[in-house]
């Protein structure tokens, strides 16, 4: 019997807690707590968010109208360019790290990060290629212009000749955010890998953990592919090289492999912690343990590997042969099984549970509705007839925005509401967390559903002005836009003031088990410090006569006293 | 706020999670995905080669392999001489370490020089077309490896004469026998892929 009375390490240190849990400078400071390193992130990511939102309602305000009346379509094609790039590398990736890092150390009773000093080098990472990102609006020859997916030769004419030009710049940050994102990526898997509770095998590890996993691994191999093209476009851009031109004898289809190698996985490494989010939230909100637990953390891994075969799907219409065609399609359609898995356990945990439709279960029934959506059109455009015929058009922005807002930024949405008590220790207001989530689903519903008519019925993507005959969806898309603006008026208020003058927080107010629920909240600096439970079964046994780790109610009891 | 937890009480022992010793995980997970923009650019290097009607630069017709095989046979011999720099460390044997070490950097320092006096010879550049291009992308490429690699041998070689430093563990000096032979199986690959599919 050991009788837990002081915390050695904190006796033996110099300075026991230099920083305490509620210095708030301490989230601007070169901090190498993971919990602070991830509020950082998500707070640096929504800021983006609302920039990227605001160059989305600038478009949307260009395409209420049929002709290009309010920007030259020359600073249209900036303003979509910057918006995919804000929206993926400044929103995007570092909210998804932001929720990594809080989560994945708790959920897997570690004290931090396996590499601390490069997890906050990794978030310092993002403030400097986000600030070269945005000074690209004030370079001769404004932002980069060739679309988020950067193709040569559009992306290398340097039409001005100017040495630092937008897209040069463009080329910098997003190295910068891939160094970033490798740093984070090696420090999640070894954590995950070396750094899990006693008693936590693989087959016991939180499903947010495995697609944690998955989607790092997808990282580590895809990213550097995408960094290797991006360093060809670079010399191609600035040291003449002809990697990518014609003319030269290079190959700008030799780019888009490159590209699409990573840029299509990174689509999962977007979604896979989604897909996790689903996984944990569901159980808790529906009582109930979810349906097919090790299926579904397999399929994350099926999910990776298909993943990594599909990308040639984006380039059916460039010269790609026939064969090459059939085969990716087969491929493409082969991820709708691992998927297809997930969404059958996910509606198979819901059904005749006891269902709580707070705040973060809506937003994860409005994603899981909505990604059974996307997932649809998404199997219609891995059919080649089908692209071929609607590629480059409003089908396939509609369907992208399906899956990257409707499903991953509602699963975020989720995530933040679901964990907001746990490490602010404040508890948010519920009405105004539903006034978010109607005003939200509203918006993303009536401004990407109509796009899917416009795109079939072929309105081109990434132009200023376009036929009249396209002009009733667009009006639609546009009041979608705004009322998604203002749905971010009600969450803003409600993230401030909860956390500035919220309820206090209990430790485990969803009623929800997992090693993180049962740390005070917010958690003390190192978690579970020494007495780092027993993990004896999977977190999903609710209403199961299972006990979750050993000695339950000593941590249950602890936490409310520190509480 | 931790007195007040006297009276609580666990029943079982506490489990316990490694602090450190994560190093060379990191490093082993770092090196795999370093090795994809190799692959990436040795597969751009082949597509190109394949689909190219003109690959090599007008006047040339292929590249001279003496002094690149003089390169190779250096490096990869290093490659053993570094793996008998670590055995003197492990038997503790800190001279031994210090002098093996050491001539590793010389034949890796001599590997930068020959690829110097390769690249002053040659008669295309950067802009030289798409092989042109390819050529010095990834031998530089490699070649800022192989410094790297030398950089980091010399701060081993500096933190051996700090006191009692190798007592305990001998991680980076590892990790850096590690790299070193990741930089010698590249160089593998890259000499049969430019040097000997002419």
């Known amino acids: ?563 | 706020m931790l007195t007040e937890n006297q009276n609580l009480t666990l029943n079982h022992k506490p489990g316990h999670i490694k602090h450190d010793g994560h190093n060379m995980t990191g490093f082993i997970i770092f090196l795999c995905s370093e090795s994809i923009i190799f692959f990436a650019f040795f597969v751009g290097y082949s597509v190109l080669k394949i689909s190219s009607p003109v690959w090599y630069p007008e006047g040339i017709n292929g590249i001279d392999v003496k002094m690149p095989l003089i390169n190779t046979v250096i490096l990869v011999s290093s490659s053993f001489v570094i793996y008998f720099a670590e055995k003197y460390l492990h038997k503790k044997n800190l001279w031994g370490f210090r002098i093996i070490w050491f001539i590793t950097m010389l034949m890796g320092s001599y590997f930068v020089y020959g690829q110097y006096v390769e690249w002053s010879e040659l008669s295309f550049s950067l802009q030289s077309g798409a092989f042109g291009g390819m050529f010095y992308l990834l031998t530089g490429f490699h070649g800022l490896h192989v410094i790297t690699g030398i950089l980091l041998m010399g701060l081993m070689l500096l933190r051996s004469f700090l006191p009692d430093n190798y007592k305990g563990g001998e991680m980076g000096v590892e990790s850096v026998s590690l790299f070193w032979h990741f930089v010698d199986v590249i160089w593998i690959l890259l000499f049969g892929l430019i040097y000997l599919w002419q």
């Not at chain 1, 305000?61 to 600073?75: H, K, M, N, R, Y």
């Not at chain 1, 996307?374 to 922005?397: E, R």
């Not at chain 1, 907001?420 to 009405?431: A, C, D, L, N």
Request: hydrophobic share 50%; net charge neutral.
């Open chain 1, 1 to 563: 019997m050991t009788i837990v009375n002081y915390d050695p390490r904190l006796v033996k240190s110099k300075n026991p807690y230099p920083k305490g849990p509620n210095d708030w400078k301490r989230f601007f400071s070169f901090n190498t707590d993971a919990k602070v390193i991830g509020i950082q992130y998500i707070v640096t990511a929504l800021f983006f968010l609302l920039i990227g939102g605001l160059l989305a309602m600038l478009i949307r305000g260009e395409l209420i109208t049929p002709p290009s009346d309010l920007f030259d379509p020359t600073v249209y094609n900036g303003l979509y360019t910057m918006h995919g790039t804000i929206m993926l590398f400044l929103f995007l990736f570092p909210i998804l790290s932001g929720l990594t890092n809080l989560l994945v150390p708790p959920m897997i009773g570690a004290p931090d990060m396996a590499f601390p000093k490069l997890n906050a080098l990794a978030f310092w990472l993002v403030p400097v290629f986000s600030i070269i990102l945005l000074l690209s609006f004030f370079v001769p020859g404004g932002p980069a212009s060739s679309g988020w997916w950067s193709y040569p030769p559009i992306s290398i004419q340097n039409p001005l000749g100017q040495i630092i030009n937008g897209e040069m710049l463009w080329i910098i940050a997003i190295s910068l955010s891939g160094i970033s994102s490798i740093i984070g990526a090696v420090n999640f898997v070894t954590t995950i890998i070396r750094m899990r509770a006693p008693g936590m095998g693989f087959f016991k590890m939180p499903i947010f953990i495995w697609t944690v996993l998955a989607a790092q691994l997808l990282q580590l191999l895809g990213l550097p592919a995408l960094t290797g093209g991006a360093i060809m476009l670079f010399f191609d851009l600035t040291f003449g090289t002809s990697f990518f031109r014609i003319e030269g004898g290079g190959d700008p289809v030799l780019f888009q492999h490159f590209f699409w190698f990573y840029s299509h996985p990174a689509v999962y490494v977007m979604v896979l912690p989604v897909f996790g989010i689903f996984s944990e939230l569901f159980p808790v909100y529906s009582r109930k343990p979810l349906f097919g637990y090790k299926f579904v953390a397999v399929a994350s891994f099926g999910i990776t590997i298909l993943s990594l075969v599909v990308w040639v799907h984006h380039m059916f219409y460039t010269g790609t042969p026939m064969w090459m065609r059939n085969l990716f399609m087969f491929t493409t359609m082969l991820i709708a099984v691992p998927t297809g898995v997930k969404v059958f356990a996910w509606i198979a945990t819901l059904w005749g549970g006891n269902i709580r439709l707070t705040t973060p279960m809506l937003f994860c029934l409005g994603g899981l509705f909505n990604f059974i959506f996307g997932g649809i059109t998404g199997v219609m455009l891995a059919t080649v007839p089908v692209d071929i015929h609607v590629g480059n058009t409003y089908f396939v922005v509609a369907h992208f925005h399906y899956i990257i807002f409707n499903t991953i930024a509602f699963g975020i949405f989720a995530a933040i509401y679901h964990w907001f008590p746990k490490f602010t220790g404040k508890m948010f207001y519920e009405g105004l967390g539903k006034v978010h989530f109607a005003l939200t689903f509203i918006g993303a519903t009536l401004n990407w559903l109509p796009l899917h008519w416009a795109g079939l019925l072929g309105m081109p993507r990434r132009v200023a002005s376009y036929d009249p005959e396209f002009a009733i969806w667009n009006v639609l898309a546009s009041i979608g836009a705004f009322i998604l603006g203002v749905a971010s008026i009600p969450f803003i208020l409600n993230m401030v003031s909860s956390w500035v003058r919220g309820k206090a927080a209990p430790p485990n107010p969803w009623k929800a088990i997992g090693l993180e629920w049962l740390l005070p909240s917010p958690p003390p600096h190192e978690n579970f410090e020494e007495d780092i439970p027993t993990v004896l079964n999977e977190p999903y046994c609710y209403g199961l006569d299972k006990p979750f780790v050993e000695d339950e109610q000593f941590y249950i009891e602890k936490s409310l006293k520190e509480h």
